[in-house]
């Protein structure tokens, strides 16, 4: 099993560009999540997917958009970069939500935006 | 006041130190507890997990809680090199969200 992947790896984008970030969990998992990583700032929920065709605003997600594309699939699009949201972005996949399983963690994008 | 707090550090030890690494947080509703442990460059990856105040132990690691001061502890006895690492804290209500601390970042120098 290759657990939770993530493409791209690193991205480089200028201010205005779009791009989407693709994410795959091959466990079989119900809920899957997008969360971005800041110094000091900790792990914060862009957004959620509960379940096969739902999907929920987390933290912080202005600028963003995502898919739920199928039970393995969850993409997030950013349809105009902006500076701050330079980060390194997070992909994750748990089983069943909500009694505390662990969630298992994508490698991560870095994203540079100029 | 964000509802976990966790000092970001960071923090040097000599191998074979015990580290203690703390959270506080303001929700009394969290019902479960994780330690995730973060190689430089790596997804989070889970450590320890308790749901019940007081501890729990794996091997050199130990989760301690105290929901009554709503304080969190992780103890890592004999540290070793391998050990340097971003530990973050996490919490969970029992909903489909879990809140996350910013990290500490641990050396342990041989």
């Known amino acids: 099993n290759a657990g939770v992947t993530q493409t791209p790896k690193f991205q480089v984008l200028k201010t205005g560009q779009s791009m989407t970030l693709q994410c795959a969990q091959d466990?079989?998992?119900?809920?899957m999540y997008w969360y971005r990583q800041d110094p000091g700032m900790g792990l914060r929920l862009i957004y959620y997917?509960?379940?096969?065709?739902?999907?929920d605003k987390g933290e912080v997600p202005n600028g963003y958009n995502v898919s739920r594309l199928n039970k393995r699939e969850f993409s997030l699009r950013l349809e105009s970069a902006a500076p701050s949201q330079t980060s390194v972005y997070f992909c994750?996949?748990?089983?069943?939500?909500?009694?505390?399983?662990?969630?298992?963690f994508g490698p991560g994008t870095r994203l540079t935006v100029l | 006041q964000k509802e976990v707090e966790q000092d970001p550090g960071p923090l040097s030890v000599p191998e074979g130190a015990i580290v203690s690494l703390n959270c506080t947080y303001s929700?009394?509703?969290?019902?479960?507890f994780m330690w995730y442990r973060q190689y430089s460059r790596k997804g989070p990856e889970l450590l320890m997990y308790?749901?019940?105040?007081g501890n729990k132990e794996d091997g050199r690691f130990t989760a301690q809680v105290d929901k009554s001061s709503k304080y969190i502890s992780l103890f890592i006895r004999d540290s070793q090199p391998s050990d340097s690492a971003t530990y973050l804290c996490?919490?969970?209500?029992?909903?489909?969200?879990?809140?996350f601390g910013a990290g500490t970042r641990l050396f342990v120098k041989a």
């Open positions: 994750a996949s748990i089983l069943v939500a909500g009694i505390g399983n662990e969630q298992f």
């Open positions: 466990m079989n998992h119900n809920s």
């Open positions: 997917s509960a379940s096969e065709g739902t999907t």
């Open positions: 929700n009394s509703a969290f019902q479960y």
């Open positions: 308790t749901y019940s105040s």
């Open positions: 996490a919490m969970g209500t029992g909903g489909f969200k879990t809140i």
